[in-house]
């Protein structure tokens, strides 16, 4: 499949719903990609089974405040020093791009990356959502490296990064963005063409758009948006409610807080409370308990047209429905809920795939 | 105390006018319909007013006018400049080029004529690029034949030394007579909507200082020197030269009027105010007496912009509004609008409006015919106005506390007294001209919108430096000196970033200078 000017939309439109709340607006992202296809033309959406065993795959993203992001955009051409850097250091050509996030900003990023460098895009992805940690892909889990990492800015800066641990790598990339203004762009987790076939979340860019699509003719065919989601998602319509109460604080660099719904129309005298840490994590019902927690996706749709709310808009009296979808079963193993479980954001409840929450219980 | 004031709101239906002492009592009002060159409707209620009142044209010291000559020029892309839109950035934010995602008309009708060039700052205020005055001065003679300009450097919300440096270098390569926004004066934090809105203020100031023009050759020929103020879409006021230099802060004053006159005329400071007109209703809230902005992106003309713009929900139910009984009772969107006295039944008409119904039940008495409409209709009708009333009440709320409530304009009778989620409904007297009311009463305000470093300044200085701009702001616009007051002070620091940067936010206002 090729992405043009005309599908983007739908892209970032799914990209938000995959983004969980947070991940960064899509928008500029999208923006990026918008010109950088009418500069250079239509970006190859590759299957990820037709890559080459020993192809490099270098996954792009862009890295930094969100202050900035939308401020000082990037220049277009950072991708170009960072991914020559990386190629000259492993002595191999880029085969293609890769996002390391489904969900966000950082899903539609790769795709003007790999117009700028005429690089087909991998259908796959490091998360199959977004999350806020550079090391919080199930490539971490597979072993894969995030570094050597090439962090480039506007301004033809660049390092290659070298670190023991992907802990380190975010820790250092942070740091180096700072002092390029605030946000930068990196190439990170080069791996084959058999390492993504093993590690990475496929066919989730594909889904993206099928989910953009979805929400946009919806609308035109006069049919429900959400049921269209769910059915694309294996997704449950967890709870329809007016937002009655946001609690906010920044902790540690994340938005962190609390939503509380009133249920309406099925869900009437039922009331639902969503837990953000910039993504949605935890969502409970009041007769029926936690019914859905990270690593299995959680999002926010206006009730009406079916488009995603991330946690920033969420508001008293906004009318919506929050779905829950099944994560990768990547995530689902120890190690992956060691990485992005419950646990790992501080919440003291053991995680249940939301397919067995969603079972009726006998008493 | 004389000081006799007119306030005039130009509607999409209707431009309402009323007269006003200098103790703010109402002396004279009307509601009469909106022409489409907007200036003769405006005059037409002018004279309505003056004459009812008995105010003599040598008497009145202010008229004080909310106008939608902007808005419709954007929605119309009509009598646009031609802009010289001009980021200072590069070599960063090229990915992105100024304009990309307007409509292809919009832009075209703005000349599409864009420029990156080199410069700009960092967030804590470092340089970015270096301004290379060369290229810029080549770049303005490229633009040669445009009509203004609107030049927005990066983070200039933090340091606008570019942004000033290159208005110089423009003035000094084309002269005084081309109008020149820059973008720290417009908008916030957010390139691409802080230079939106910059563009379309270039693009509009043709078009204001045309009908401000128009508008005082007018009053001249009637005898009427009075100083001319522009309601702004904070719910304050702007003197004639700084409506033309700030054209976009008209856009949306319609509904910050109706806040404020509903708030002044309830005398409820905090709260939800309904505003029923011909086509639509705008609910909107009061805070501390002014309309609370919106803190998210709006969108004008299909443009995503970030300059303050009042926080509105408009709903497509108002006195015009088309009652379908298909399967359901409806009211609108749908709508006769201005032809209210053509089509609808009650003026012998054939289409059932939601004024028909009223008319019907015997709760209005206007037009010529009593339209026969079952009494479970009206019934249905009224319980759906009600529920999506209340849904949109419930929605400018910030909290499930019951507020005051305040239904004002032409169509308020379609609201019910018993609102849910209200504390108190009022339909407070002069409800049907409370827009025009709230530009009569307004103050003249400034302020400033800016992110400071508490590296470099502690936190009280940084107060007081915005707190100062502010006040000089609100003077620029007109406001009488001894009188200006800071009305808000809200302070957000920015998360992921070191160096304490904090973005904080004056608004002062203060009576008219006499």
């Given at each position: 499949m090729k992405i043009t000017t005309d599908n983007i939309d739908d892209f970032a439109t799914g990209a938000t719903v995959l983004g969980?709340?947070?991940?960064?607006?899509p928008y500029i992202g999208k923006l990026m990609a918008q010109q950088a296809i009418e500069e250079h033309g239509p970006v190859d959406l590759i299957d990820p089974r037709d890559v080459p065993d020993d192809a490099l795959v270098i996954p792009s993203a862009m890295l930094g405040a969100p202050t900035v992001m939308v401020e000082k955009m990037p220049k277009g051409t950072e991708a170009l020093s960072a991914f020559e850097a990386l190629e000259t250091h492993l002595g191999q050509e880029a085969y293609a791009t890769m996002s390391i996030e489904a969900g966000g900003l950082n899903s539609t990023v790769p795709i003007a990356v790999a117009a700028a460098l005429g690089l087909p895009l991998v259908?796959?992805?490091?998360?199959?959502r977004a999350f806020p940690e550079v090391q919080m892909v199930t490539l971490t889990m597979g072993g894969v490296s995030a570094t050597p990492m090439s962090i480039a800015d506007e301004k033809g800066n660049s390092l290659l990064v070298n670190t023991v641990s992907n802990e380190y790598a975010e820790a250092f990339a942070r740091v180096t963005s700072i002092e390029m203004g605030g946000a930068c762009m990196i190439g990170t987790y080069a791996l084959s063409g058999a390492e993504v076939r093993e590690h990475a979340i496929l066919d989730s860019m594909s889904l993206a758009h099928d989910i953009g699509e979805a929400i946009r003719t919806a609308k035109h065919r006069s049919r429900d948006p959400v049921d269209a989601v769910l059915e694309l998602t294996d997704g449950y319509e967890l709870f329809a409610g007016k937002i009655t109460d946001v609690e906010r604080r920044t902790e540690g660099g994340f938005a962190v807080g609390e939503a509380t719904l009133d249920g309406i129309d099925d869900c009437e005298g039922r009331t639902f409370t969503l837990d953000f840490q910039n993504e949605n994590l935890v969502a409970r019902d009041s007769e029926r308990g936690v019914v859905a927690s990270t690593p299995d996706l959680i999002t926010v749709l206006d009730a009406e047209t079916g488009d995603p709310v991330t946690t920033e808009r969420l508001a008293y009296g906004h009318r919506v429905r929050v779905i829950g979808m099944p994560c990768s079963p990547k995530w689902r193993t120890d190690e992956g809920l060691d990485l992005v479980g419950p646990g790992y954001f501080d919440y003291s409840i053991d995680y249940e795939p939301i397919e067995t929450l969603q079972q009726p219980k006998h008493d | 105390m004389t000081d006799y004031r007119i306030g005039i709101d130009v509607g999409g239906t209707n431009t309402d006018a009323v007269v006003m002492d200098g103790d703010d009592n109402l002396l004279a009002k009307t509601k009469t319909p909106t022409t489409e060159d907007i200036t003769s409707g405006i005059l037409n209620a002018l004279d309505v007013v003056l004459d009812d009142s008995g105010v003599s044209e040598d008497e009145l010291d202010y008229v004080m006018l909310g106008t939608t000559h902007a808005t419709n020029a954007i929605t119309e892309r009509r009598g646009l400049n031609e802009v010289g839109v001009i980021r200072i950035g590069a070599p960063a934010t090229q990915s992105i080029r100024p304009l990309l995602e307007w409509p292809d008309d919009l832009a075209e009708a703005i000349g599409n004529n864009v420029a990156i060039l080199d410069g700009g700052h960092e967030f804590d205020g470092r340089l970015l690029n270096d301004l290379d005055e060369e290229q810029v001065r080549a770049q303005i003679r490229e633009f040669a034949d445009v009509d203004a300009f609107a030049v927005t450097s990066v983070f200039s919300p933090v340091r606008d030394d570019h942004e000033t440096r290159v208005a110089e270098l423009i003035r000094d390569e084309v002269g005084d007579d081309v109008p020149i926004s820059v973008s720290n004066e417009i908008g916030s934090v957010g390139l691409l909507e802080r230079e939106n809105a910059t563009a379309l203020n270039a693009a509009l100031t043709s078009v204001a200082s045309e009908a401000a023009n128009a508008f005082v050759d007018a009053m001249n020929e009637r005898g009427i020197d009075a100083n001319l103020y522009f309601g702004q879409n904070d719910g304050t006021l702007m003197s004639v030269d700084y409506a033309i230099r700030y054209p976009i802060f008209t856009v949306a004053s319609g509904p910050s009027n109706s806040v404020r006159g509903a708030a002044y005329l309830s005398a409820v400071e905090n709260g939800i105010i309904v505003d029923v007109g011909g086509t639509t209703t705008d609910v909107g809230a009061v805070t501390e007496g002014f309309p609370r902005e919106s803190s998210v992106a709006v969108e004008i003309g299909e443009v995503k912009t970030n300059f303050r713009m009042p926080d509105i929900i408009a709903i497509g139910i108002g006195g015009g509004s088309i009652v379908s009984t298909d399967g359901g009772v409806t009211v609108g969107p749908q709508s006769v609008g201005y032809k209210l006295t053509e089509e609808a039944k009650c003026f012998g008409g054939d289409t059932l409006t939601a004024t028909d119904l009223e008319v019907a039940a015997g709760t209005i008495d206007i037009g010529s015919e009593t339209p026969d409409v079952d009494a479970e209709i009206v019934e249905a009708a009224r319980e759906y106005v009600r529920e999506r009333v209340e849904r949109e009440v419930d929605r400018m709320k910030t909290s499930a506390e019951p507020v005051p409530v305040v239904i004002v304009g032409g169509g308020s009778i379609l609201v019910p007294d018993d609102i849910a989620g209200a504390s108190e409904v009022h339909k407070p007297d002069h409800y049907e001209v409370a827009n025009a009311v709230g530009v009569a009463i307004a103050q003249v305000s400034g302020e400033v919108d800016r992110i400071y470093s508490l590296d470099e300044m502690d936190r009280e200085e940084a107060i007081q430096h915005a707190k100062d701009e502010a006040t000089d702001n609100a003077l620029a616009a007109g406001a009488d000196a001894d009188s200006v007051d800071i009305v808000d002070v809200e302070e957000v620091p920015l998360s992921y970033l070191p160096g304490n940067a904090v973005r904080i936010k004056v608004k002062a206002a203060g009576a008219l200078d006499h």
């Open positions: 969980t709340g947070g991940g960064g607006d259908d796959a992805d490091g998360m199959g | -």
